[in-house]
């Protein structure tokens, strides 16, 4: 479909279901202010001010699709635990379907707490398992993306390599998504880095294609990006959009490539830019719209939401407004 305008595109957003597989986790905030230091060691006293629990991982990923006007599924673990819980009553706190969750009494849900003082990020602690499903999880997993694919328009794979997603989960979906001719986009991780043959649309960061293929590439020379995302295209049968930081995006997809510059920004925090732009590139493949506005809307889209502290959803008027000032259309 041709789209004559941006108001056009964001409109056609709402009509989409996306289902969002991947490792979820609960992110945990405590906030607080540094007064003194310790005199147990020589580390600063948070006086916590307030804590706080948002949805992460594979379920920020939903957080900016539904942010952006489209509907969510996710399908995933959690544990059988208080953070599994917390992390559900998020989900219902947003209006998200628990459909596609699966509640695992093998491994802990995935929790990131991040402590803040004074603006500043001071420490995070993981609480996790990267060990890989048992086969009963994998197949009760599997049942749910085969009961809820028939009414989603794309899906997004969100690895963050905490065992969830496996290589024989990946090859079936794959083949599902084909057999109904639906979009796959991937945000991928070094454990399964080269299992996502045959996807629509593959998007590393720089450090997850130099670790995946296992070569040096310099951000700041077109030629060796694109040397790079050739040998990788090669790999999977899959087109490419690698993001670059600072450096922007490039783009290797439906026999186009293009290379975007990064917007100058303040940055605050980093957190959860690479949720939101596969978020957005998921929704934009969905609408086929074409490889240059694919990485502009995500580059535009990854680059807002690291102004803001922690790990925020885009806002989808202040992106229609930013695409609008840089006349992406």
């Known amino acids: 479909m041709k789209f004559q305008s941006l108001e056009e595109i964001f409109e056609a957003f709402n009509d989409l279901t996306v289902l969002v597989i991947g490792d979820v986790m609960l992110d945990s905030y405590i906030w607080g202010t540094v007064d003194r230091i310790s005199p147990e060691a020589p580390v600063p006293i948070i006086r916590v001010r307030k804590r706080d629990f948002r949805l992460g991982g594979a379920a920020n990923v939903a957080l900016n699709v539904q942010a952006l006007g489209a509907k969510p599924i996710l399908c995933a673990l959690v544990g059988e635990d208080d953070s ?11 209006g998200m379907e628990r459909d596609g969750i699966v509640v695992s009494k093998n491994r802990p849900t995935t929790v990131k707490t991040r402590v803040i003082a004074s603006h500043q990020h001071v420490v995070r602690v993981d609480e996790e398992s990267d060990a890989e499903l048992h086969a009963d999880e994998e197949k009760q997993l599997l049942g749910q993306i085969q009961e809820i694919l028939p009414r989603c328009n794309a899906i997004i794979f969100e690895d963050y390599d905490k065992g969830v997603i496996s290589p ?13 001719n639906i979009p796959v986009v991937v945000d991928p991780k070094k454990r399964n880095f080269l299992a996502y043959h045959g996807v629509t649309l593959f998007k590393p960061n720089l450090k997850e294609l130099r670790e995946g293929l296992k070569i040096e590439v310099d951000a700041a020379d077109q030629k060796q990006i694109e040397k790079a995302v050739t040998q990788l295209k090669e790999k999977l049968s899959a087109d490419v959009m690698v993001t670059l930081s600072e450096h922007g995006v490039y783009i290797d997809h439906q ?20 949720d939101t732009v596969v978020g957005i590139a998921g929704l934009c493949v969905a609408l086929g719209l074409e ?22 959803p885009i806002d989808k008027a202040e992106l229609l407004r930013e695409a609008q000032s840089k006349r992406l259309i």
């Open 84 to 94: 599994g819980s917390k992390l559900l009553n998020c989900l219902e706190q947003q």
């Open 168 to 180: 024989s989960l990946i090859k079936k979906t794959v083949a599902l998504a084909k057999s109904s």
């Open 291 to 312: 490889p240059q506005l694919v990485a502009a809307l995500s580059n535009l889209g990854g680059g807002l939401v690291c102004e803001h502290t922690g790990v925020v």
């Open 255 to 274: 026999n186009q490539k293009v290379k975007l510059d990064a917007h100058k920004r303040e940055i605050a925090d980093v957190s959860g830019a690479g």
